[in-house]
């Protein structure tokens, strides 16, 4: 019996590869489970009802410190987890990526690796988590068409001389395909699809890893502590079910895949005599080296009307500043990809505690907006971290999470670039005004279990498995050894379709 | 990808009762000794449970300068603080905090011109003193209460040219997500 940690991008996937290879499952999350029919273009509604809301605490310079000291990320607590909000951009890392070490050198402040393998190494699993999740532009698929804030971007990238703007690879059908139909370009991607055109695990992987007949998933089901044998392997694990009655389900493999905030808390709150730092942690790097991109929007007025919210909401992209330059001052790159909000979620985002004549002029020009998302490379920085509070406690009397980040110099620098980059390209088309809003709560968390060949350096190793502990895995961008600037699903759902194939080797051969 | 993570209801709990047009209605009356704020020309009213009508119409004013919206109606604004009536009726430390704030705010607009906050006829007076309280808890839960309730009633949107959910209608593919042709 496996028993997974989470149903999202990992989970969920890990679970469907796993039973479809015969294997038994049980899928422990932490929310309820929803239906498609829930759905709602209703980003207030959504938000309250399938976001992880539990307390958490921040600390550090970071900006989302001061905006939202209380909610630093923006995950889900819901069957699908974060699947259920993510944008659908479905990108591979750049190869020099995953040799950040190597390609940037040594950068003061930073505790930047290479990760274990290479982009070859990890390309056939892209391919395979491509066709899973019918990414445009790949497999024959057609990429999804050009809104009106793409042609905005398009023609300002142009003018500025950039030449690799295009459709972004999305998780989202241009066409019906694997039973879903294609995108009604309704916009309102993150508040979940009500047509079900976006990958999402909720009704995808989940349904299908169920119908193997070999996977159980428990909903409302909040797992509390990883349990561990005497000779140090993992036993099993205890959960809250939806009474909030502790429950124990044991294990013959743990996979946890409850984000990177989650994920880390849980290996620290599962301290024992035998394993006083916390489970898998004799490194030491269990919630360090908190990533979370560079980002950032620009918002830009025009004289003329966009209508910014109409269509799937990041479906155009510049990728000119994404590979790695000396040049420009800072090490990594970051991609301009397309982002809008309804007029709620802009006014409560693009400004944080702002008010009076100049904010409300900004949303006055609305329907004349078009919007630009960074997200780039953040370097790794032992300090920046997800470490239990010392006094604070969930309902469940565990220790809640503080995360803390500061900005590293290199973020700033690579920030500057890309705000004054995205102004540049709305004024190069005419925009009248152009307006900087801050870092959201990140929904891109990745690094607290990072993985490292050598045990002394991280936490898991290549595929994800605990250097410490034989039949613990972490399953989801905790793992990551670095950020990279894309978008961390796809990279996600490659490494659990990888973990999945090596788990039952393992198992096959008797060795787990 | 992001939003803002404020825990709010979907709008207002209660809504300003329209009577007939509340366009443009500058004026409003707030009925000295009640807990009613009406529109001009009795368009629309609001009953308060936790405030004056007096104090309501501070709110008011308030909310006008802090999200100011010349074409917005006052019943929009009026709208918004429901949340905020709530929280006071809900709560004695709230009501003590937002009342002492509303007093705060008068007592500050005597001090430089005589009046109640609400009849200072200069907005730049107003603003600077709000821009005083900024920070304040008053000022954090007022806004923290009602920026997302007022920008998220769907009355409101069309007068941003927001069109608002489109999946009922089967999304914006055939209602023009790709009809920019001014570039």
Partial sequence: MVVVIGSGAGGGTLAFELSQKGIDVVVLEAGARRAVADFRNDDMAMFALFSWLD???????????RTSP????????????????????????????????????????????DWPFDYAEIAPWYDRAEDKLGVTGTHGIPHLPVSNNGKILYAGARALGYTAVGQTHMAINSQPRAGR?????????????????????????????????????????????????????????????????????????????????ESPRLLLNSASSMFPAGLANSSGQVGKNYTRHVSGSVFAVFDKPVHMYRGTTQSSFVQDEAPHHDARGFAGGYLLELISMGLPALAANFAPGRWGREYASILDSYDHLAGVWIVGEDLSVESNRVSLHHERKDRFGLPIANVHSDDHP???????????????????????RTVRVPPYPATHNMGTNRMADNPRDGVVNRFG?????????????????????????????????????????LMGRNEL | MPLKPIRSDVGPTRRAFLRGSAAAAAAIAALPGS?????????????????????GETLLRLLRDLFPHDHVADAFYANALAPLDDAASADAATT??????????????????????????????????????????????????CQIPFYNQADLWPRFGFEGPSSPFGGYLSRGFDDLDWL
């Fill in chain 1, 410 to 432: 290199n973020d700033l620098a690579m920030q500057e670039h890309a705000y004054r980059q995205a102004a540049a390209l709305y004024e190069a088309v005419g925009a009248t």
């Fill in chain 1, 181 to 261: 139909p294609a995108c009604q370009q309704a916009g309102y991607c993150v508040a979940g699809c009500t047509f079900a055109a976006k990958w999402s695990t909720l009704y995808t992987e989940i349904p299908a890893a169920e119908l193997t007949g070999r996977c159980e998933v428990r909903a409302e089901s909040h797992v509390l502590k990883i349990e561990h044998d005497r000779q140090g392997r993992v036993s099993g694990v205890i959960y809250a079910d939806a009474e909030g009655n502790r429950q124990r389900q044991r294990a013959r493999v743990v996979c946890l895949a409850a984000n990177s905030i």
């Fill in chain 2, 96 to 145: 003590d905090l937002l009342v002492g704030g509303i007093a705060d705010l008068d007592a500050r607009a005597a001090r430089i011109g005589g009046v109640r906050f609400a009849d200072n006829p200069s907005e730049a007076a107003r603003v600077a003193i709000i821009a005083a309280i900024e920070g304040s808890a008053f000022f954090t839960r007022v806004y923290g209460t």
């Fill in chain 2, 35 to 55: 807990r009613l704020i009406l529109g001009a020309g009795d368009a629309w009213a609001v009953e308060l449970n936790a405030f004056t009508a007096e104090q």
């Fill in chain 1, 55 to 65: 307390e958490r605490t921040t600390s550090g310079n970071w900006s989302v410190g």
């Fill in chain 1, 70 to 113: 209380g909610l630093p990320v923006w995950t889900c607590k819901t069957v699908g987890g974060t699947t259920a909000h993510w944008g659908a951009c479905a990108l591979r890392f750049q190869p020099h990526e995953f040799k950040a070490r190597t390609t940037y050198g040594s950068i003061l402040g930073t505790s930047t690796m």
């Fill in chain 1, 465 to 505: 498995r605990s250097h410490d502990i034989a039949n613990l895995f972490v399953s989801d961008g905790s793992q990551f050894t670095s950020s990279s600037a894309e978008n961390p699903t796809l990279t996600i759902v490659a490494l659990a379709i990888r973990q999945a194939d090596h788990i039952a080797g």
